[in-house]
């Protein structure tokens, strides 16, 4: 089986496509590896095999255009489900908040997020990639070291356009920019019953305007279920 795996790179890598299709493969095996709760061991050895394994993930994020997005797409999933578990998730964390690729994430998510509100003169990522990235932030989150880091890069500013998008297609969207929003206000609590500062989350929410967004947000979904039982109504 290994040597026929290796004979089957060998020949899709004579095509620039057929080296895309190669590299399409190895995350949804990655993906699917990682996902089926793989021996610790094992993921240890593979490691340290490959040092620069999720560095590299995050270069092929930075590339932007020159990559196909649905390799990048497969790329967030593959970050994600690594972060999935607690052991492996400070090898995400350090790439995307120390060297060469701090900021990159806060650097993405604005331009992407952008691209779906418009207000980014040209949309430059699908929905299905906003989705994907939405996702890996909401996996960062479920430890305390992910918070931080996400808090320090600047998230809930980043996240705000996304409460004032009305279009209908991209409900799915603004509730996961919302559930990202209560978790980072429920960490953000927790941390600050047990330190005693003051809540940075909070009072950045309200300094950008972040309030008023989720009341007139609460207005327009209020609104058009109104509307909505009015019309079943008659």
Request: hydrophobic share 45%.
């Amino acid at each position: 089986f290994s040597l026929l795996a290796r004979i089957r790179a060998a020949r899709s890598f004579a095509t620039l496509e057929g080296r895309r299709q190669c590299v399409r493969f190895r995350l949804l095996a990655l993906i699917i590896l990682m996902q089926s709760n793989p021996d610790h061991d094992d993921m240890v050895a593979f490691h340290v095999n490959e040092p620069d394994f999720v560095n590299e993930l995050v270069s092929m994020l930075c590339l932007g255009t020159s990559i196909p997005e649905d390799i990048q797409i497969l790329v967030l999933r593959v970050l994600a489900t690594q972060c999935s578990g607690r052991p492996r998730q400070s090898s995400v964390l350090q790439a995307i908040s120390a060297g060469g690729h701090r900021g990159t994430l806060a650097t993405i998510m604005q331009r992407a997020i952008g691209s779906i509100t418009g207000e980014t003169p040209t949309g430059t990522y699908s929905y299905q990639f906003v989705e994907a990235l939405l996702a890996l932030v909401m996996t960062l989150l479920s430890s305390s070291s992910g918070w931080l880091c996400l808090t320090e890069v600047g998230l809930v500013p980043l996240l705000l356009p996304l409460l004032q998008d009305t279009e209908p297609t991209h409900v799915s969207l603004v509730s996961a920019g919302v559930r990202i929003l209560e978790t980072l206000l429920d960490l953000s609590n927790s941390t600050v019953s047990r330190s005693g500062d003051s809540d940075v989350v909070v009072t950045l929410l309200r300094d950008l305007g972040g309030v008023d967004d989720i009341v007139k947000r609460l207005q327009h979904e209020v609104g058009i279920t109104e509307i909505a039982t009015e019309s079943t109504g008659a």
